[in-house]
């Protein structure tokens, strides 16, 4: 079989990449779970806002720390600021919420 004069003929995978020098920086481990808890905190599960914020805190004093061993600052920064935005809506909620409680109560002992 014949092919025109525009297609190939043979197919190259590209090439792998080189591995990272054995010294090269990495992600901090808790960063990913800092950012995770607190996407998780603020959208779905508020619970989960204070550990967010717990983790993302140790994560970037680690990080400042060992500038030349972790990166990762940016995943950090963001879990420990959304575990704090997620905290503040989470204390809000249980402030409407035992507000709530109480006006239910007092007019349900009025009648």
């Known amino acids: 079989m014949q092919q025109g004069p525009g297609a190939a003929t043979a197919q190259y995978a590209p090439p792998a990449p080189a591995p990272a020098p054995s010294g090269a920086a990495q992600n901090e481990p808790q960063a ?25 805190k140790k994560s970037l004093d680690n990080i400042r ?24 809506l989470l204390i809000i909620g249980v402030v409407v919420l035992f507000f709530y409680l109480i006006f239910a109560a007092t007019l349900f002992a009025s009648l």
């Open 65 to 88: 720390q060992h500038p030349s061993q972790y990166t990762g600052e940016g995943m950090a920064q963001a879990g420990y600021i959304l575990g704090i935005i997620g905290s503040i």
């Open 32 to 56: 990913i779970t800092a950012l995770v808890l607190g996407i998780l905190g603020v959208t779905v599960c508020g619970i989960l806002a204070p550990f967010a914020w717990n983790i993302g």
